[in-house]
């Protein structure tokens, strides 16, 4: 099992360009999440999905889109990148409903840059 | 003032010292977590409690509901336990709200 798998790592844009972060789960877990890292900060919560094909906004959404269309698959979009944005992105997974608990399960973090 | 505060913020030790990481939280929870950070970054669940205490190897973990506060112990502390702590609690069903982290340096 490979767990949490965010891709890319490592990003640099320049202000107003989009990209996307992948993350892929391989746990069957219902519920994913993005949050992003800011030094002093402690992560906060972007989006949240609790199934396939459903979507919530978090703390801090603005600025970000989300989507669900598979479950296993949770995708973060940035549509014109500010340098606001530049922090580190995690994306996390649980299964709340199976297991009990809502111990979340991280991937490694996207480090984004926003020149 | 932030739901979530964790003291200290910056901790070294020596190796071997017992250390305890504190976090107060301000509203009712439904469980709190305690959370590793790798110095390269990934982060791993290492407890999930609701009452009591839960000890895990060299931790343990500890909440007190009515005075809103945990702790985290490291007995017999090792360089490879120097990591950022994360306190997180849980609000409401999906919502984790998370502290500013403990960065715990553990010298040789």
């Known amino acids: 099992n490979a767990g949490v798998t965010q891709t890319p790592k490592f990003r640099v844009l320049k202000t107003g360009q989009s990209m996307t972060l992948l993350c892929a789960q391989d746990?069957?877990?219902?519920?994913m999440y993005w949050y992003r890292q800011d030094p002093g900060m402690g992560l906060r919560l972007i989006h949240y999905?609790?199934?396939?094909?459903?979507?919530a906004k978090g703390e801090v959404p603005d600025g970000y889109n989300v989507s669900r269309l598979k479950k296993q698959n949770f995708l973060l979009g940035l549509e014109s990148a500010a340098p606001s944005q530049t922090s580190v992105y995690f994306c996390?997974?649980?299964?709340?409903?199976?297991?009990?608990?809502?111990?979340?399960?991280f991937g490694a973090g996207t480090r984004l840059s926003v020149l | 003032k932030n739901e979530v505060e964790q003291s200290p913020q910056n901790l070294t030790a020596q190796e071997g010292e017992f250390i305890t990481i504190n976090c107060s939280y301000s509203?009712?929870?439904?469980?709190l977590h305690w959370l590793q950070q790798h110095p390269g970054g990934g982060i791993v669940s290492l407890f999930m409690l609701s009452s009591g205490k839960k000890k895990h190897g060299r931790l343990i973990a500890t909440i007190n509901i009515q005075e809103k506060h945990s702790s985290l112990h490291i007995t017999a502390s090792h360089p490879r336990d120097s990591a950022v702590y994360i306190c997180?609690?849980?609000?409401?069903?999906?919502?984790?709200?998370f502290g500013q982290g403990t960065r715990l340096t553990i010298n040789p």
């Open positions: 509203v009712g929870i439904s469980a």
């Open positions: 996390a997974s649980s299964s709340p409903r199976t297991s009990g608990t809502d111990i979340q399960y």
């Open positions: 997180a609690v849980r609000l409401g069903a999906q919502k984790l709200v």
């Open positions: 999905s609790v199934g396939e094909g459903t979507t």
């Open positions: 746990m069957n877990h219902e519920y």
